[in-house]
């Protein structure tokens, strides 16, 4: 298939008759070709990066020339069928419509979800995805500088059923510009027509994400189902791991000893005779001995079904010189049609020494039996050798309260001690299907051959489902044999599109939980310090609200100060006169020559939101309401400029608010929705509750009285019942002063409450802005 890249430009010189190319001099155009530079976006995927593409007269003659292209590039169900503007609100249906310079979206149906295309323009190509985090480091790695070469990964593929038959490509560029184009490209390297991909434990891969995330592997296949084999990728790729999946390489050094020492084994397998005790699934089995672990070896045959009920099934393995066996690990890969499985012993021989080892399992390895994994460890007694005892540690893991840090995607964990590793395991609930979502603690059992002392952690997710992204606060993992908790501290997202966009993140342990926690509580110090410190700047003028007294503090003429004043107590204003870092001094603004000074000390007090304001209504500390490209709002946008506001005051405790990024369109609550796409009318109209217990206001509809601004688990914005659980909380924080009386505005009945402003109305410098508004003051630690 040849297709002109979307980057070129063609260069078009006009010919005589007889073939021969005309100098420009001698030449008249009366139709010159005019050539528009687009990108071009996937609806609702700001993961997809853009196209861009050239269109002019020569290289698209039709409209559905174009659609026809771009259905190779940008990959839809159906294809592209439909091109619109960003937001969704205008369909392109000519050539002519597009303009040179713009962005659009593609979608394969009249419905288009907008992006955001700050962010999408953002998002690195496939090709530039991280790598696996070395399990050696022990810091986070630093963002790559700009321009930094980055190497295509290796993949290794495999012909599906023929573990022999393999190949290994380049992620380039060049062969991952869509899940289709790669696969066509696959099919000209195995030879063999290639429709489907499957990772080698028999999951499906379905996109070129998912092919990004897989362990450096993966299984070619037409339309027949996945084939089970040893496919073996230790020999052809550096070291890698699927989320939370840790692969052992050594050095080939070891190769030649390894040769002389090569450990070959008898494996005997017997299913129990219990009904439905059989597993169409694929089994694997991993021996750990004192030198190393062997990899993930599959047990397959060719003489029929294996692990059927009540059968013994036999293999021969190669597993290398791993040293003296202390444990195993048996597990299955939980597919088919019926994948339980009740396993009841296992017979291990070594074929060089002639030791023999029975271990007795009769354990259900099922995710609908007993604890639901689909894995086990087992010790080997060997003479000589203390026996490892079998623990089930406790998990506890906790989702952070940022708004949307909660995650569906599916979390797997690897525990590494003095004696071993656990593997990689799915973090899975019997009984609950809802787990790490916001604010919550979810604690999971896992059963291993006790590990020792542990020292780090392997955790992550699949990246799979919508909204997949998670934060994560920190792990807890206590061993019930020696009674001793480790705290493994992470305060991190785990998201593509938020922070260095990993989801796999290498955690070492704490001394105890008590580290951690001190270091989380520094954590959100220093976080709160930074939301808040810009309310405690030099020139501010600022009132301080005591929660127990709930009175406001006060400065009198003698030197006495209490807690018990009227918000209008001229005795209660205090100016900042001095401010380094966290420790200010406070000067009554009544009397110069009196002054509280605070070190390290919190205040609470509310402000007030002035006409012409520009505020950011922050919904956490690191979090803010903000209006999305397609009209709705969040609570989980940066606080950054295209969360400012334009406070609009109405009447004494009415106001509206104007996005700054987008003029004209204001946050209201309308027909069960709360939204940014009003016009300035009745809707727009919010009353401002005061919250003095945690400094911070709320929104209630002026026309719908009783219903507020709030926000979904998800950040999703909603109107809500006002209650104390912090969803209708919102913390100003002012950008730009306003003024108590403006000059030149009018929002009157008749007008329909919209906000007319005087072209004349000059600005007022900041400082003295400053000295007109009551700033609220909080270093505030409840932010949910």
């Known amino acids: 298939m040849s297709e002109t890249p979307s980057t070129s430009f063609s260069v078009i010189h006009p010919t005589s008759s007889k073939g021969q190319v005309l100098s420009p001099h001698h030449t008249s155009i009366t139709h010159p070709v005019v050539a528009k530079r687009i990108s071009f976006y996937k609806s609702g995927d700001p993961q997809f990066g853009r196209v861009r593409v050239v269109v002019n007269p020569r290289s698209f003659k039709t409209f559905d020339t174009l659609l026809d292209n771009l259905s190779r590039k940008v990959p839809l169900p159906f294809g592209v069928r439909n091109i619109s503007t960003p937001r969704g609100r205008h369909s392109i249906t000519r050539l002519e419509e597009l303009k040179d310079g713009e962005s659009y979206l593609c979608s394969h149906g009249r419905k288009v979800q907008p992006l955001d295309l700050d962010k999408a323009s953002r998002c690195p190509r496939p090709w530039h995805s991280s790598r696996a985090i070395s399990t050696h480091a022990h810091h986070f790695p630093a963002a790559p500088a700009p321009g930094v070469r980055h190497t295509p990964r290796r993949l290794v593929v495999f012909k599906n059923g023929d573990p022999k038959a393999k190949r290994v490509v380049l992620l380039s560029k060049k062969v991952t510009q869509t899940f289709e184009a790669f696969l066509q490209h696959l099919t000209e390297v195995m030879q063999c027509r290639v429709t489907k991909l499957y990772a080698t434990d028999g999951r499906k891969v379905p996109s070129l994400q998912a092919v990004i995330l897989s362990s450096g592997a993966v299984v070619a296949a037409g339309r027949e189902p996945f084939i089970p084999g040893n496919y073996d990728t230790q020999k052809y790729l550096l070291p890698a791991r699927l989320p939370g999946i840790s692969h052992r390489v050594y050095p080939k050094g070891n190769t030649r000893s390894e040769n002389r020492k090569s450990g070959n084994w008898k494996v005997f397998i017997i299913t129990s005779d219990l009904p439905n005790a059989g597993t169409s699934s694929q089994i694997y089995i991993i021996l750990y001995g004192l030198r190393r672990s062997s990899a993930p070896i599959y047990l397959y045959g060719t003489d029929g079904a294996q692990f059927q009920d009540g059968q013994k099934d036999i293999f021969t393995i190669t597993v290398g010189d791993i040293g003296i066996l202390f444990k195993i690990r048996i597990g299955h890969t939980n597919s088919g049609l019926s994948p339980s499985w009740h396993c009841k012993e296992i017979q291990l021989w070594n074929m060089n020494s002639g030791k023999h080892f029975y271990i007795p399992v009769q354990r259900w390895l099922a995710r609908d039996q007993e604890d639901g994994q689909i894995s086990r460890e087992f010790p080997v007694l060997n003479k000589g050798q203390p026996i490892l005892p079998v623990t089930i540690y406790e998990v506890h893991v906790a989702t952070g309260k940022l708004w949307n840090a909660g995650t569906i995607a599916n979390v797997y964990i690897s525990i590494f001690g003095e004696k071993g590793d656990t593997g990689s395991r799915q973090l899975f609930q019997l009984k609950s299907s809802f787990s790490f979502l916001r604010g919550q603690t979810n604690t999971f059992s896992l059963e291993a051959v006790h590990l020792g002392v542990l020292y780090k952690i392997v955790i992550g997710h699949d990246g799979l489902g919508p909204g997949n992204g998670w934060f994560l606060d920190d792990v807890v993992i206590r061993d019930p044999t020696t009674n001793h908790e480790y705290a493994f501290f992470c305060h991190r997202w785990l998201d593509q599109g938020e922070d260095d966009g990993k989801i796999v993140r290498e955690l070492y342990a704490r001394d105890n939980s008590i580290i951690s926690a001190r270091q989380k509580l520094e954590c959100n110090r220093k976080e709160t310090w930074a939301a808040e410190s810009w309310k405690f700047m030099k020139g501010n003028t600022l009132q301080f609200y005591n929660k127990l007294t709930r009175g406001f503090v006060r400065l009198h003429p003698d030197g006495t100060v209490d807690a018990i004043g009227e ?218």
């Open 567 to 784: 918000k209008t107590d001229k005795y209660g204003l205090f100016d900042v006169i001095f401010n380094k870092e966290n420790i200010c001094i406070f000067q009554s603004h009544e009397m110069r020559h009196l002054s509280l000074a605070l070190s390290n000390g919190s205040v609470t007090g509310m402000g007030m939101l002035l006409d012409s304001a520009v505020v950011l209504l922050a919904t956490s500390l690191c979090q803010a309401l903000c209006l999305q490209p397609d009209g709705t709002c969040s609570g989980v946008g940066n606080q950054s400029e295209k969360s400012y506001w334009k406070v609009h005051k109405i009447s004494s405790g009415i106001c509206m608010f104007e996005s700054v990024k987008n003029a004209q369109m204001y946050l209201r609550i309308k027909d069960g929705q709360c939204d940014g796409t009003g016009t300035g009318d009745i809707d727009c109209h919010f009353k401002i509750k005061k919250n003095l217990e945690n400094a911070s206001i709320s929104l209630e509809s002026a026309k719908n009285p009783g219903l507020f601004v709030g926000i979904q688990s998800d950040g999703k914005a909603k109107p809500v019942i006002y209650t104390k659980d912090g969803n209708a909380f919102f913390y100003p924080q002012v950008i730009k002063f306003g003024r108590k009386n403006p000059m030149g505005m009018s929002a009157t009945p008749s007008q329909g409450g919209k906000v007319q402003e005087s072209k004349n109305q000059q600005e007022i410098p900041p400082e003295s802005e400053a000295r007109d508004s009551l700033l609220s003051s909080m270093a505030n630690s409840n932010r949910k």
